[in-house]
């Protein structure tokens, strides 16, 4: 998708502006996931050379088109075909997705989508040729692919008729809402539901005029993303089935600028340009505009960030030389994105008995050894752009492999293919010298396992949690380990996608069991192992509200009472004695529809708690302290989470003006001395998840509040100032001041005295739990980080070379600091702290 802008300036007279705006808003009342996960983990791999510890999500990066039912036309190519229940009757209501393969592959899925008419036929147009997965969805049945489930390829102007779908009664409904972050509903929104799991289905519903939506899946994973104009998206991660789905947009912002040629500055059109936030990697599921004829591209939909701009387009590449931010609402323009030429790498991947092509896939391409990948931050160190990025490309038709813009630099290779295994081809790449010719990669047919996790009663553990370590490939590399989860029966069973070796099933983090090793053998059957997680009883707790509909967004855990706390050694305690045992934890697994399984746990006694992020724990109903006892066996108690009060009040800057644009949440007590939460949330399931948005009048309200809580509201605009209010309670209406903020500037110098060019400084304000990284890109050192907030601030600073320095500083309000001098020593020498009393205003 072209996002247009012309320009306005000539591109040498380019400079980055902002402007505030107030975009539209309501107000009123054979693809298969285990080789996205794999292609993915690859990468990381590249990036970080440790395991993996998160879920693919769906990308932002999409096109989704709903078409009614119709006939197909002269031009373009098209799939139609009917849709039919198991009871043989035509389903009128169904929906019917064609999602681009390749697409899905690299993380940035293309999907068309047709409703079907009264008897059921369906017609969808599709706009380039390829190979697409076709599901069909409607209420009351599980989505049903096309008979044998296999993907539909389409050439140049073809219409391929007659596929059929059979939909299956049953299903698990999904529903909820898409709201904007002030509260109000959104109409229209789309909302994306895919399923990772074998095999994969994809479709797109709409909200209705109260932002209300509802779809059918198959039980288990699902991830939702909600999209609409003017909004970044949302993304969530759901157990089908679940009835209190909440999807909150905010105001999204808008990055405008211009791709020109660095060595002459004419405008380069057909380039896409990516908004990389500075602690990720470049995917293909980050934002991104193509640019016009004139050179001229707009990134909207962006979230609050610091965000690396890479360019990429045929033959060209190149990344703004510092990272801009972004903040919230917010026209970030007259951005000037330099790129060069570069050479293109081509290859195809093939059968290596067969010499047939592989049908999906895909290769990466990243760095070797301890290469900085482009756009990427490596632990808390510097997000600097470096020559060798991580670059991701999807098998096309015939096996086909087109990378349009490689930089040079010394590659690895990692090549995946649906239903086979890498064998044979080059792994690492020297580009441009080595790849002058057509790459051919050839791959076997691959191995599978089925696994069973079962307790130590024999009981299998619907959707429970494991992890597979994966053997060393060909080189002696280590591969890490891939997270995965069981279907609602407690079963998994990979693609056949393995190649041969040793793989190591693990108990996921915090449970306990033998680990479980399975060796996979050319031309033997695919083994089935049972992993055992330690234990005999299961807990399943029941989340509802207090007229009993359920609860999903919440996470549940289990202590044990019976195992005696962690303490600090008294005095006086002997240097012999055995360390404090530490409490376990049990994380529950979400079961769908309010219910959580937590086990297997050993028999005894064990305190529940169910967390939101916001309130103290909840705990288990009909019991002291929320403790219970478990036994050989299943058991289950109720949690009723009565959360209906709202907090409301006014944000208002240093001068009282109202303060729109600035994120609140809340953090509530009970009022005595409470146990922290036992809970680990996930970075998506944060606090964030939680927080609301001022109005145009600095209003805001929020949500979800128990009964009888006080709570600390903390506002915080985006690359400023932080405003926080004590003790408030449901049904105050509070303001909260936003103090004006300082600046800080000066010299970063290492070792020697020379001037440092790429750094990051990471400030952090205790009083007021104020943290920001900065990436600083400078050619003599110089660096200046605005809208500080006043406090004692505390600087930690680091470089690509393991280098630190670090300062304090006393800054008070509206108070400019432009002489701090940054005096890096190495990583392993503990560096001076520089205290600087800035209490008077210097401008």
């Known amino acids: 998708m072209v996002h247009g802008v012309p320009p306005t300036d000539d591109a040498d007279h380019l400079r980055p502006s902002r402007s505030r705006t107030r975009v539209g808003r309501a107000t009123t009342a054979g693809i298969c996931g285990f080789l996205v996960v794999l292609l993915v983990v690859l990468a990381y791999r590249l990036l970080h050379d440790q395991t993996s510890q998160s879920r693919v999500q769906a990308g932002q990066h999409e096109r989704a088109r709903l078409v009614p039912g119709g006939a197909p036309t002269a031009s373009g190519s098209s799939i139609s075909g009917a849709v039919s229940s198991d009871d043989g009757g035509a389903v009128s209501d169904a929906l019917v997705c064609a999602t681009e393969v390749s697409s899905s592959v690299i993380g940035a899925p293309r999907t068309s989508c047709g409703a079907c008419d009264q008897g059921g036929r369906y017609w969808i147009p599709i706009e380039r040729p390829g190979t697409y997965s076709v599901v069909a969805h409607a209420a009351g049945f599980s989505p049903g692919l096309t008979r044998g489930n296999g993907p539909i390829a389409l050439t140049v102007g073809e219409h391929k008729q007659g596929v059929d779908i059979v939909l299956q009664h049953g299903g698990a409904k999904v529903s909820g809402v898409v709201r904007d972050a002030t509260g109000g509903p959104i109409p229209n929104a789309v909302v994306r539901a895919t399923r990772f799991e074998v095999p994969v289905s994809t479709f797109v519903v709409h909200s209705d005029n109260d932002g209300q939506f509802r779809l059918w899946v198959a039980p288990g994973p699902i991830t939702l993303q909600a999209r609409a104009t003017g909004y970044a998206p949302a993304l969530l991660y759901r157990i089908a089935p679940s009835s209190d789905v909440v999807l909150t947009l905010t105001p999204g912002s808008v990055v405008r600028g211009k791709v020109v040629a660095q060595e002459d500055g004419r405008p380069i059109p057909d380039v896409e340009v990516r908004a990389v936030p500075t602690k990720s990697w470049n995917s293909p599921m980050h934002p991104s505009a193509r640019s ?150 050839r791959v076997d047919p691959g191995l599978g396992l089925a696994v069973e996790v079962r307790d130590d009663a024999n009981q299998l553990l619907p959707n429970a949690a494991f992890l597979m370590q994966l053997p060393p490939d060909k080189q002696g590399h280590e591969q890490g380990v891939v997270p995965l989860n069981a279907d609602a029966s407690g079963r998994y069973r990979t693609p056949r996608e393995l190649g041969p070796g040793a793989y190591t099933l693990l108990p996921p983090q915090g449970e306990k069991g033998d680990a479980v090793q399975v060796i996979l053998r050319p031309g033997t059957p695919d083994p089935v192992a049972v992993l055992r997680l330690a234990g005999e009883g299961t807990l399943i707790v029941r989340v509802q509200t207090p007229t009993g509909n359920a609860i999903d967004d919440v996470l549940v855990a289990a202590v044990s009472v019976d195992t005696p706390l962690a303490r600090s050694p008294a005095p006086g305690d002997a240097a012999t004695r055995s360390p404090p045992v530490t409490a376990v934890t049990h994380q529950g697994t979400a079961l769908g529809n309010g219910r959580f399984r ?246």
């Not at 050479?343 to 760095?367: F, H």
Request: with cysteine.
């Open 292 to 441: 016009d004829s004139e050179g001229a591209f707009a990134i909207d939909g962006l979230e609050p960030d610091s965000y690396a701009l890479v360019a990429e387009g045929e033959g060209w590449r190149g990344t703004k030389d510092s990272p801009v931010e972004v903040g919230l609402a917010e026209v970030v323009d007259r951005v000037l994105v330099q790129v060069s030429a570069v050479t293109s790498v081509n290859g195809r991947v093939m059968g290596r008995a067969t010499e047939l092509p592989c049908p999906s896939g895909g290769v990466s391409l990243g760095p070797i050894g301890d290469q900085t990948p482009e756009g990427t931050s490596p632990g808390p160190r510097a997000a600097a752009v470096a020559p060798v990025p991580i670059l991701l490309a999807p098998i096309g038709s015939g096996g086909l492999v087109h990378f349009p813009a490689v930089p040079p630099g010394r590659y690895r290779a990692l090549v995946q293919c649906a239903d086979a295994v890498f064998v044979d081809g080059p792994t690492e790449l020297l580009v441009p010298q080595s790849t002058r010719d057509a790459i051919t990669w």
């Open 598 to 843: 937590v086990g297997p746990l050993a028999s005894g006694r064990y305190r529940v708690e169910v967390s939101d992020a916001m309130n103290p724990p909840f705990t288990a109903e009909r019991s002291k302290d929320g403790v219970v006892e478990i036994h050989r066996g299943l058991s289950e108690v109720p949690v009723t989470l009565d959360r209906a009060e709202k907090l409301r009040g006014t944000i208002v800057d240093h001068a009282g003006q109202p303060a729109p644009d600035v994120w609140v949440r809340a953090a509530c007590s009970g009022g005595g001395e409470e146990q922290p939460s036992a809970v680990e949330f996930p970075v998506q399931l944060g606090p964030d998840r939680r927080r609301a948005v001022s109005d145009t009048a600095g209003r805001f309200v929020i949500d979800g509040v128990a009964r009888d809580r006080t709570c600390t509201v903390r506002a915080e605009q985006p690359f400023g100032a932080v405003g926080i209010r004590k003790g408030v309670h449901a049904g105050d209406d509070v303001v909260v001041t936003m103090p004006a903020t300082g600046s800080l500037s000066g010299t970063a110098i290492d070792p020697s005295g020379a001037p440092v060019g790429r750094f990051v400084v990471t400030i952090r304000e205790p009083a007021s739990d104020f943290f920001r990284s900065q990436v600083i890109w400078s050619t003599d050192g110089r660096w200046t980080i605005p809208r500080v907030p006043p406090g004692r601030v505390e600087l930690f600073v680091d470089d690509r070379s393991g280098q630190t320095a670090r300062a304090a500083i006393v800054l008070s309000p509206d108070t400019s600091v432009d002489d701090i001098r940054l005096q890096f020593r190495p990583r392993d020498q503990e560096p001076a702290i520089s205290m600087i009393d800035a209490t008077s205003p210097t401008h």
